[in-house]
């Protein structure tokens, strides 16, 4: 007998997907913005910073709602959406993707603003002195730099995003292979009343959640040597 059935495997398949985009789109887009604050330090910097950390207190379930209505096709903006990715938002894989790149923000943005604002301006100054254009010096100096710093947002916000249910649950429904992932999949095992396939599945999520913190552990000893 295997260990998880043919749907929780979905589920883990769906959830992986789910925290690796998630991840990639957020480490993409918060370097350049924590850059940008960091270098520039433009007016209205303090509510840039408190937007972006907002999810970390407002309620998932407040979160998602506010998302379904905006997804919805009745109101102007889930009508542009829908036109923008020829598709419904609510309840699809879309729209999950989307409030799980707000909901886990802070957690990849807040790691890297402050990697770089306390070595960031001297790697940058370094690669000035040298006669290399900002461009490169930001690249192959300013990043490299801060490897230990990226390495552990990107894993922070992959185990973040694994067990996101609030944000997830309202907006995404349950639906197997779109949008039922680990942490909707538990939460109907319970409901259901099977603690055999709850036990199996909460077990898979422990496992990830610790294989995730020794490789940040690993990753950030191994750049101390």
Same mark, same amino acid.
């Given at each position: 007998?295997?260990? @998880?059935?043919?749907?929780?495997?979905?589920?883990?398949?769906?959830?992986?997907?789910?925290?690796?985009?998630?991840?990639?789109?957020?480490?993409?887009?918060?370097?350049? %913005?924590?850059?940008? %604050? =960091?270098?520039?330090?433009?007016?209205?910097?303090?509510?840039?910073?408190?937007? =972006?950390?907002?999810?970390?207190?407002?309620?998932?379930?407040?979160?998602?709602?506010?998302?379904?209505?905006?997804?919805?096709?009745?109101?102007?903006?889930?009508?542009?959406?829908?036109?923008?990715?020829? /598709?419904?938002?609510?309840?699809?894989?879309?729209?999950?993707?989307?409030?799980?790149?707000?909901?886990?923000?802070?957690?990849?943005?807040?790691?890297?603003?402050?990697? %770089?604002?306390?070595?960031?301006?001297?790697?940058?100054?370094?690669?000035?002195?040298?006669?290399?254009?900002?461009?490169?010096?930001?690249?192959?100096?300013?990043?490299?730099?801060?490897?230990?710093?990226? =390495?552990?947002?990107?894993?922070?916000?992959?185990?973040?995003?694994?067990?996101?249910?609030?944000?997830? @649950?309202?907006?995404?429904?349950?639906?197997?292979?779109?949008?039922?992932?680990?942490?909707?999949?538990?939460?109907?095992?319970?409901? /259901?009343?099977?603690? /055999?396939?709850?036990?199996?599945?909460?077990?898979?999520?422990?496992?990830?959640?610790?294989?995730?913190?020794?490789?940040? /552990?690993?990753?950030?000893?191994?750049?101390?040597?």
């Amino acid at each position: 007998m295997p260990w @998880l059935s043919s749907g929780d495997t979905e589920a883990l398949v769906l959830t992986v997907k789910l925290a690796a985009t998630t991840t990639a789109i957020l480490v993409a887009v918060c370097l350049p %913005l924590a850059w940008l %604050l =960091v270098r520039r330090d433009p007016r209205g910097r303090g509510l840039i910073q408190s937007l =972006v950390m907002l999810p970390l207190v407002l309620p998932p379930t407040v979160l998602g709602y506010y998302l379904l209505v905006a997804f919805s096709p009745a109101h102007p903006p889930g009508s542009l959406l829908a036109r923008l990715f020829d /598709q419904q938002l609510a309840f699809s894989f879309t729209g999950i993707l989307i409030g799980s790149l707000i909901y886990s923000l802070p957690f990849a943005f807040r790691p890297l603003e402050a990697a %770089l604002q306390q070595s960031g301006p001297a790697l940058d100054e370094a690669g000035r002195v040298l006669g290399f254009p900002g461009g490169y010096r930001f690249l192959f100096i300013v990043i490299p730099g801060i490897r230990p710093a990226l =390495v552990s947002a990107a894993l922070l916000c992959f185990a973040h995003t694994l067990g996101e249910f609030g944000v997830v @649950l309202m907006i995404g429904g349950n639906i197997p292979g779109e949008t039922r992932v680990l942490s909707v999949a538990l939460f109907e095992h319970v409901e /259901q009343m099977n603690y /055999q396939g709850a036990n199996r599945l909460a077990l898979t999520m422990v496992v990830i959640a610790v294989v995730t913190v020794l490789l940040s /552990q690993w990753s950030g000893r191994r750049d101390r040597f």
